[in-house]
DNA sequence: ACAATTGTACAGGATCGATGTACAAACATC
DNA sequence: GATGTTTGTACATCGATCCTGTACAATTGT
């Protein structure tokens, strides 16, 4: 289930629509099933509905749900678009930071390093089942 | 070079201090040298100084610098420390987050899964050189 | 000695996030 | 059918955070 983190400085709503995304993006919700109504995950995740219905909006402009009124959230098909030039970029770059700060941390490289290869080895297996 | 993106949400004195962090982690700067001054840094970044102050602060709360009045930021050796219970889970959900959102901006899985081996080949490859 | 440099402290202004409240439209129950 | 409930939305407000402007103390260089 989500979790969030009100200590966090990334804000609720995003916090949201990351989890949901992630778990839009494995495939967790087939095309046509309905969300919780925002008021509901709103009491779920102790926040206001609004903030839930902000990360709602945030989804439904990237394509993942529909929203009509009365009929809460719809998971949609969603084809996926073209990548832009800097699009890598902006995976990488995340990604060194994210490796930077786990390691100040002080995970280890190697435990790092098992944590990526299986997340990867976890995407091919969904490209070619 | 540093690169800041004044449109991102992400504060610009950590977008700095990410940036600088993944560059210490992967030893670009060795014990001692000097990094630029606050004003230089932030000349050439086009923010405030007291921005670029705020990042340096940050990073040596982290233990990676040594602030000394009027001698700059010194990098300082750095023992790693204990990881927590959860720190793990710090690195893995933004990384599925991540992830999640290079698919949903078109990236193919198999070049984010490629990716990612080839950052955890880099970190093994520090680990037993 | 004196000016320049450097990190720091603090106030102000703008922006943003989460909430409180109210509203219009569809649904449920009778 | 009528009425109360449910649902997503709109807008104002309060608080927090970020970036900047400005000033200052301490060291350096000449």
Redesign the pocket.
Known sequence: MLRID?A????????IANGLRAELVSRKFSPGE?????????INL?????????A??QL?NEGWLE???????IVRERNHPEAGPDTMERFTRPLRELVAKGLADGLSPSSLAREMIETARGLEERTAP
Chains 1, 2 share one sequence.
Do not use: D, F, W
């Open positions: 009100l966090s400085r990334v804000p609720v709503y995003e916090q309905k969300l919780p109504t925002v008021r509901t995950l709103a102790g926040v206001h509905h609004n903030t839930v219905a902000e709602y909006r439904a929203l009509k009124r009365h009929h809460g959230a």
